[in-house]
């Protein structure tokens, strides 16, 4: 079992940024993938950013592209989400996810889609214009 642990949310204004982090515990796998997801108001999920950490390999939706940064420190088992330019589409709960890794590397990651083995519980961003 891995335990996700989200912090970092809040409210920030438009064209400001914020840093997501998410504490990992629990890993009895060597490789995964690991990413950040999103879930506006009345919206379904959206994939955000993920990361391979066999390789450090990134993807990044084109909403966030540019503006966004996903990176793992290995030595304290966290990932990150460093948001800059913060829009008020941005606004949403924000999950971070991560399942073990078997092949394929970064594309093996993407045709996951949202079919990860484990979940945080969610922090709220909001971004006021």
């Known amino acids: 079992q891995v335990q996700l642990v989200e912090s970092g949310g809040g409210s920030v204004q438009a064209g400001e940024s914020l840093r997501l982090s998410c504490a990992a515990s629990?890993?009895?796998?060597?490789?995964?993938?690991m990413g950040w997801f999103r879930r506006a108001a009345e919206k379904e999920r959206e994939r955000v950013a993920l990361?391979?950490?066999?390789?450090?390999?990134?993807y990044y939706a084109d909403s966030v592209k540019g503006r966004f940064t996903i990176s793992l420190d290995n030595p304290k088992n966290t990932l990150y989400l460093q948001m800059n330019s913060a829009k008020p589409e941005d606004t949403a709960m924000y999950f971070c996810a991560a399942t073990p890794a078997y092949g394929g590397y970064l594309s093996w990651c993407i045709e996951r889609g949202g079919s990860f083995a484990y979940w945080g519980q969610g922090t709220q961003v909001t971004v006021s214009s």
């Open positions: 629990g890993s009895t796998y060597s490789s995964y993938c």
């Open positions: 990361i391979d950490t066999r390789d450090g390999s990134t």
